[in-house]
């Protein structure tokens, strides 16, 4: 049951509300753009794919594994990056992130082979292990946990917006650059042309962030002085921790129950970003601009439901069925896309709901994290439950290639995800709302 919870205004109030949105205002729309290219660097392999598997004759199960093995690099250096976060401070430590891997992103457009394709991959995930973990333990050092599901919302829609900008520029990028200018492939124009962007924003972000409430110039003290309240009472109000410290994290079931659910919402997230292209074009389509405008679609509807669902878990103080509902659409429209895999239309209805429901999964599942885990434990702990998770990365390409390559159809890998999107339905569902709902 949802309970709206009632807040009396005050001038006091009024002015807290209006220096937070002060604060979301510095800080949130530059890392909203920092994150727009980390998601676009990460899933452009998908237009790549069209072109460059043809080009180096490549096998849909290598390109499953070659999008895959990203993960396993950023699955093995989450971790210490994160906790490196903690020593070296947040803004330098994210921008250095940012630089390598825009560097080691454009590098992919040298890919000539299955093996380098492998490597390159590899160590562009380990390059970017540490960033958005990183990202989301920023945002609890300048939002209390109240008011981190906007935050946290308003970011994380780069990822429907990458889809909406990145899908059309991918596929006009493919289609403008056919004639391989500059003799390069228009793949490669791909990846150069988004991963260097990626360079400058990291450097602009030693110059527009601050590390914490307490340095940040832009705020007059007296601001500085009610946010850092602000947050002092959030850590007073949390419940009684699970754990307090990383060993504490490792020894913690619910922490790897944590760990599993994210492996379950981002099994269907990068299934649709891996292979949306492909499923769009077994419908019939291959024109690359008409594939490119059509996978806009499912993001844009996902962007806008991501920023509802996130108002609404915000002002209900509700968690569990606002994650538990997105993930029952991602079970349904998965179900659906794999029930009727022919069909444009249907098809990408189904995938559209799917696609809503996957990404709002994705900033309604981090506030579950204040139950279970202390300040002391958050970096840490945020970075192992992001590895778990992004073991999916490398799952969910690598069995949707070897299914496609084995059937030549997409459908029982679909059905596969949806099941898991199910499994994910009853793991939140578990968790004490008393623990959650805040």
Not at 13 to 37: E, M, N, S, W
Not at 154 to 180: D, N, Q
Request: proline letters at 5%.
């Amino acid at each position: 049951m949802m309970h709206a919870v009632s807040v009396a205004s005050s001038p006091a109030v009024d002015r807290l509300d209006a220096t937070f949105r002060k604060v979301a205002g510095r800080v949130v729309p530059y890392i909203f753009v920092c994150y727009l290219f980390n998601y676009l660097d990460r899933v452009n392999v998908g237009f790549a794919k069209l072109d460059m598997l043809d080009a180096l004759h490549m096998s849909e199960r290598a390109y499953g594994l070659g999008a895959g093995i990203f993960f396993l690099g950023y699955i093995a250096c989450g971790v210490p990056s994160n906790l490196m976060l903690q020593r070296v401070g947040a803004r330098r430590w994210l921008a250095m992130i940012m630089v390598v891997w825009g560097l080691l992103s454009a590098a992919q457009m040298f890919v000539a082979g299955p093996a380098s394709f492998y490597l390159l991959r590899f160590v562009t995930g380990a390059a970017e292990a540490g960033f958005f973990p990183g990202l989301v333990l920023y945002l609890t050092r300048w939002f209390p946990s109240a008011r981190q599901g906007r935050a946290l919302t308003l970011f994380m829609a780069a990822i429907p917006l990458s889809g909406v900008v990145g899908g059309p520029l991918s596929g006009w990028m493919l289609a403008h650059f056919a004639r391989a200018p500059g003799g390069l492939a228009a793949w490669q124009w791909l990846f150069l042309l988004q991963g260097l962007p990626t360079v400058v924003l990291g450097l602009g972000m030693l110059v527009l962030l601050s590390d914490r409430v307490e340095q940040a110039a832009w705020l007059a003290p007296e601001e500085r002085a009610a946010v850092g309240e602000a947050l002092r009472r959030d850590r007073l109000e949390q419940p009684k921790q699970l754990a307090d410290g990383f060993g504490a994290v490792l020894r913690n079931p619910a922490v790897w129950m944590l760990g599993l659910l994210y492996f379950c919402i981002q099994a269907g997230v990068y299934a649709i970003n891996f292979w949306l292209p492909t499923i769009i074009r077994s419908s019939g389509i291959h024109d690359a601009a008409t594939i490119g405008w059509l996978s806009a679609v499912p993001y844009l509807a996902a962007g806008l439901f991501m920023i509802v669902m996130g108002r609404s878990a915000d002002r209900l103080r509700e968690r569990r069925w606002h994650l538990a509902v997105p993930l029952l659409m991602a079970a349904a429209g998965l179900a659906v896309a794999a029930r009727f895999p022919d069909s444009l239309a249907v098809a990408l209805g189904a995938l559209t709901v799917a696609t809503a429901g996957a990404l709002t999964g994705l900033p309604m599942f981090w506030p579950l994290c204040n139950g279970y885990l202390s300040p002391a434990a958050a970096a840490g702990g945020l970075a192992l439950i992001n590895s778990m998770g992004q073991l999916a990365g490398f799952a969910s390409p690598y069995l949707v290639g070897w299914i496609k390559d084995a059937t030549q159809r997409t459908d029982g890998a679909l059905a596969l995800l949806a099941a898991m999107a199910v499994l994910g339905v009853v793991l939140v569902l578990r968790m004490p709302a008393s623990r959650v709902n805040r």
